[in-house]
C-alpha cells in the first residue's frame, strides 16, 4: 500500500468512527449535557487513534509496532478526558452566568414594568383630588358656593392624597435595598387589636361587622410599625369590599411546618364576592386595578383595584421574609400573613 491508499483509508477509518461517535454524544447530550461535553475530546482521540492504527496495521507493520503505535495514542487519553473535564466546568460557568444575568435583566425588567405602572397609577388617581381641590378653591375665590361645604370637602381631599403619598413612600422604603427593621417582641394579638380598634369607626359606617380570633397568645420579635400597618391596610380593603351586613374576620394563630420552624398565620377574610382566579396572582401589584366580579369599593367604580395598600402587605412580609397569598374562600377572599416566629 502507498501513502496516498494509507492516508485515505486513515481518514476513512477515522471519519466513520468520528461520526459514530457524534451521533453517540448527540444521544447522550439529550439526557446528560455534562458528561456529553466531557467525553467529546475522547471521540476525537478515539477516530484520530482508530484511522492511524488502521492505516499502520495496513501498512504491514509488525504486531509490535503496531501495538506501541496503539499505546502512543491511548497515552492521549488522560490529557483528552482533562480537557473534557476542563471544558465542562466552563460550559457550566458560562451557563449559570448567562442564567443569571438573563434572570436579573427579566426581573430588571419586571422591576422597570411595575415602576412605570406605578408612577401611572399614583399620577392618575392624585389628578382626581388636585382637580377637586382646585374646583372648590377657583369657587370659594370667585365666591361660590357656601365655604362650610367647601372647606370641609378641600381638606377630606387633600387628606387622601396625603394617605396616596405616605403609602407610595412606605412602599418605596421596603423596596429600597438599604431598608432595615426596626424588630422588637411584640405579641402579635395586641396588633390585631389595635388594627381592629383603627378601622372599626370605617366598618361602623359601611354597616360592616368586625370579627377577631386569637387561637395563640403569639410573641415573636418583629416591626410593630410595619406589621400593624400591613394589618390595617388588610382590614381597610377587606371592609371597603365587604357589602353592608356583612362580616370581616380577623384570625391570629402560631403554626409549625415539618422541620418544627414555628410561623405566626394571620388571616382576613371578606365576603367581597371573590376574585376571578386569573387575578390572584396580581392583586399584590402597585396600582393594580381588577376587572372582574368582586365587589367594588364603596364610592368607587367597578374595576378599581387596591392601589398600593396591598403591595405594602406583600412588602412587609417579604422583609421579614414571610408571605402575603389570598385565595377564594365561599363568598369571599381569604388574605394570609405568615410571618417566621
Not at 448527540?26 to 449535557?33: E, N, Q, S, Y
Not at 384570625?251 to 367581597?272: L, P
Request: aromatic fraction near 2%.
Amino acid at each position: 500500500m502507498n501513502d496516498l491508499e494509507g492516508v485515505v483509508l486513515s481518514v476513512s477509518v477515522a471519519a466513520v468512527v468520528g461520526a459514530m461517535g457524534a451521533v453517540a454524544l448527540f444521544v447522550l447530550a439529550r439526557h446528560r449535557v455534562a458528561l456529553a461535553a466531557t467525553l467529546a475530546p475522547l471521540v476525537v482521540v478515539g477516530s484520530v487513534a482508530a484511522g492511524v492504527y488502521a492505516s499502520a496495521r495496513a501498512m504491514f507493520l509488525s504486531g509490535t509496532d503496531s501495538t506501541t503505535v496503539l499505546l502512543l495514542l491511548l497515552a492521549t487519553v488522560p490529557v483528552a478526558l482533562a480537557v473534557g473535564l476542563v471544558l465542562t466546568a466552563r460550559i457550566r460557568t458560562v451557563t449559570t452566568q448567562a442564567a443569571a444575568e438573563k434572570a436579573a435583566a427579566e426581573r430588571d425588567r419586571e422591576v422597570e414594568v411595575r415602576r412605570r405602572e406605578m408612577v401611572a397609577w399614583v399620577s392618575h388617581d392624585l389628578r382626581t383630588p388636585l382637580a377637586a381641590v382646585r374646583a372648590l378653591a377657583e369657587a370659594l375665590e370667585d365666591g361660590v358656593g357656601p365655604v362650610d361645604e367647601h372647606v370641609p370637602r378641600i381638606l377630606a381631599e387633600n387628606r387622601r392624597m396625603a394617605a396616596m403619598v405616605d403609602d407610595l413612600l412606605a412602599l418605596s422604603r421596603l423596596q429600597s435595598p438599604t431598608a432595615t427593621l426596626r424588630r422588637e417582641p411584640v405579641a402579635v394579638a395586641d396588633l390585631a387589636s389595635d388594627a381592629v380598634a383603627s378601622t372599626q369607626p370605617l366598618a361602623e359606617s359601611g354597616g360592616v361587622i368586625l370579627a377577631w380570633d386569637v387561637t395563640d397568645p403569639v410573641v415573636t420579635s418583629l416591626d410593630a410599625q410595619q406589621v400593624g400597618r400591613a394589618l390595617e391596610n388588610l382590614l381597610v380593603n377587606a371592609i371597603r369590599h365587604t357589602g353592608p351586613g356583612g362580616t370581616v374576620r380577623v384570625a391570629v394563630a402560631c403554626e409549625e411546618d415539618a422541620a418544627g420552624a414555628a410561623t405566626v398565620v394571620i388571616a382576613v377574610e371578606d365576603e367581597c364576592g371573590g376574585i376571578p382566579e386569573a387575578d390572584l396572582d396580581r392583586v399584590f401589584e402597585a396600582g393594580w386595578r381588577s376587572s372582574g366580579a368582586r365587589t367594588p369599593e364603596r364610592g368607587e367604580s367597578p374595576g378599581s383595584g387596591a392601589g398600593l395598600g396591598l403591595s405594602i402587605v406583600r412588602g412587609v412580609a417579604e422583609a421579614h421574609e414571610g408571605t402575603a397569598t389570598v385565595a377564594n374562600l365561599g363568598g369571599g377572599c381569604r388574605f394570609t400573613l405568615r410571618l417566621p416566629a
